[in-house]
Each structure stands twice: as structure tokens, then as C-alpha cells.
């Protein structure tokens, strides 16, 4: 049992570049969520969804784009990499909403866009 | 507009003692309260929760207390361990809301 699998751990990108972030879980969540972490803002919520084929904004979505096609798997897409994406980036998944039950991270990738 | 603050980025406590930990929140709809703590190059795990309901929650050595009035909530580790130098954030969440608000996050170290 894995768990939250991140890939990959880290990258580095030049501005404009473009790429996605794989995110797979094995427990049958149905609630999936994307996390930027920076120094002195916490966490915060890029996308997430609440099942295969549904997905909604969070707090910090522009510059960022998701699917859901499967339960298993939430990739994100960097669509033109920027300086101000350089941050750790966290998978999260739950069985139920977010507010409900607790999140299960995966170990994050760190992203560095020069 | 930060609704979830923890407003000491870090703090350091001697083995053994008790470690508190405090956040404040804004938005009055919050009812369920969670503690996550994370160590260097991990995701975060989750710790313990709390509902609007109670006003304390005990899990071992880790208990959450919540004043309402006071928007307030803090973690208490007792007794503290190596093991809990880490960074812990707060979250909270409003009813039917699929979003989680989390705190900027304290480092705790322990000092041996």
C-alpha cells in the first residue's frame, strides 16, 4: 500500500516551460487536492476534486491546470512555468471532502522555474 | 485575508516539558479543526482533530483544546520528545465546504 505517489521529487524549469506533476493514490479516495507550500503562507489549495471527471479551483489556481479521468490519478499542469511557481508542491487525498476527513500527503515535489 | 493564523513561527521547548502550540482563526463558520505536523522533505501527517462540538480532544500525549468565543485553538504535547521537532500546521474547514484553510505553520524544536 503506497499511498500518495508524487513524481517526480524534483525539477527544474526555465520560464515558459511547461509540464505536470503526477499524483496517484491507492486507497480509493475520492477527494484529491493540490498544495503549494511557500516560506510564511502555509499551505495553500492550487485545485482539487471530488471525483473522477469533477474538479474545482482553490485559492491560488491561475497558472495551473487539472484532470480527473480516473480515481487514481490528479496530475497538474504548469501550462508556462513562471519564477513565482517555484515552491514544494503536495498531492493530497481523503476518503471524504476535505473538512471531513483527514488528508493523506504524498513527500511533495520541489519546483524551481528559473 | 490569512483566516487561519499561527502567529509564532517557532518555538523551542526542553525535553519533557509541554509544548503549546496556538492558532487563531477569523471566519466564524469553521466547525472542524485539524493539527498536521511535518518533518523536513515528507508531506504533512495528519495529527488530531477537533470538532466544533467539543471543546477538547485527547489522543496520548497530543490534546487539542478550542475556545469558540475566542476563536482559538492550541495543541498541548506533554510530554515533549526529540521526535516532535517538527513543523505543525493548523487547518480549518466549514460545513459542505470541500476546502481546507491551513495556518502559515510553527516549527517546534525540542531541545535535548
Known amino acids: 500500500n503506497a499511498g500518495v505517489t508524487q513524481t517526480p521529487k524534483f525539477q527544474v524549469l526555465k520560464t515558459g516551460q511547461s509540464m505536470t506533476l503526477q499524483c496517484a493514490q491507492d486507497m480509493n479516495h475520492e477527494y484529491m487536492s493540490w498544495y503549494r507550500q511557500d516560506p510564511g503562507m502555509g499551505l495553500r489549495l492550487i485545485h482539487y476534486?471530488?471525483?473522477?471527471?469533477?474538479?474545482d479551483q482553490g485559492e491560488v489556481p491561475n497558472g495551473y491546470n487539472v484532470s480527473r479521468s480516473t480515481t487514481e490519478d490528479f496530475p497538474l499542469r504548469l501550462l508556462s512555468a513562471a519564477p513565482s511557481q517555484t515552491s514544494v508542491y503536495f498531492c493530497a487525498s481523503s476518503w471524504d471532502w476535505a473538512g471531513n476527513s483527514p488528508l493523506h500527503f504524498g513527500n511533495g515535489t520541489r519546483l524551481t522555474v528559473t | 485575508d490569512q483566516q487561519v493564523k499561527q502567529n509564532s513561527p517557532s518555538l523551542s521547548v526542553q525535553e519533557g516539558r509541554i509544548s503549546i502550540l496556538n492558532c487563531d482563526y477569523t471566519?466564524?463558520?469553521?466547525?472542524?479543526f485539524l493539527w498536521y505536523k511535518k518533518y523536513p522533505a515528507e508531506g504533512p501527517t495528519f495529527l488530531i482533530s477537533i470538532s466544533s462540538i467539543k471543546d477538547k480532544n485527547e489522543d496520548g500525549r497530543f490534546t487539542v483544546f478550542l475556545n469558540k468565543s475566542a476563536k482559538h485553538l492550541s495543541l498541548h504535547i506533554v510530554p515533549s520528545q526529540p521526535g516532535d521537532s517538527a513543523v505543525y500546521f493548523c487547518a480549518a474547514s466549514s460545513p459542505g465546504n470541500e476546502k481546507l484553510t491551513f495556518g502559515t505553520g510553527t516549527r517546534l524544536t525540542i531541545i535535548p
Open positions: 471566519n466564524s463558520m469553521f466547525d472542524y
Open positions: 476534486s471530488v471525483g473522477a471527471g469533477i474538479t
